[in-house]
């Protein structure tokens, strides 16, 4: 597959899976959190399907299309492994999404995100919220939840927290 589908396929997926999750997660309370601004594509949608929700961005820095920046308070600068662990008092309630788009391509190192990602990331959900992540994760507490038709086998993983740890 060239990289071209291959690019087309990840952001049709994104896509798919976003809308087809905002009813359940709208039925938990708590601000959707954005792993990675990146130019900002991703978080332009998320504020689009959830126009009632808080959207926190983290990213090391803010390089994003200007129509697609975050204002000062939601957009936490850093590297995600500090500030994610630290982001309680600004952040508030703990989340009812997070969208987790901060792979790096290599394995090895993709390994070594999951290992520190997935404790801080069952920290910071609510019960009852919704992971959507490019990276698989290994979430005692979070069951796997089923993806719609479209979205390739390993492409994304859909997880939702049942408990607290
Ligand atoms: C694939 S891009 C995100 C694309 C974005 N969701 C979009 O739709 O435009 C990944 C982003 O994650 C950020 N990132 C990766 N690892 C990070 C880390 N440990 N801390 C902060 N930002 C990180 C990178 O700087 C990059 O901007």
């Not at 130019?39 to 689009?48: I, K």
């Not at 309680?88 to 989340?95: E, F, L, Q, T």
């Not at 920290?123 to 698989?136: C, D, F, Q, T, Y």
Request: glycine residues 8%.
């Amino acid at each position: 597959m060239s990289r071209l589908d291959s690019f087309i396929r990840r952001m049709t997926s994104q896509k798919i899976l976003m809308e087809h999750l905002v009813d359940r997660v709208n039925e938990v309370e708590g601000p959707i959190l954005e792993l990675g601004l990146g130019n900002g594509r991703t978080y332009d949608h998320l504020r689009e399907i959830y126009p009632n929700k808080e959207i926190f961005v983290f990213d090391f820095t803010m390089d994003c299309h200007p129509s697609c920046a975050p204002d000062a308070e939601h957009m936490i600068l850093g590297d995600i492994r500090d500030t994610l662990a630290f982001c309680g008092p600004r952040v508030g309630a703990k989340a009812s999404f997070a969208h987790i788009d901060i792979g790096s391509a290599d394995p090895t190192n993709d390994l070594a995100i999951v290992h520190w990602l997935a404790p801080l990331i069952d920290k910071r959900m609510a019960v009852g919220g919704i992971v959507m992540s490019a990276l698989e994760l290994d979430l005692a507490n979070f069951e796997a939840l089923e993806k719609p038709e479209g979205i390739h086998p390993g492409r994304y993983h859909v997880y939702r927290k049942t408990c607290e740890a």
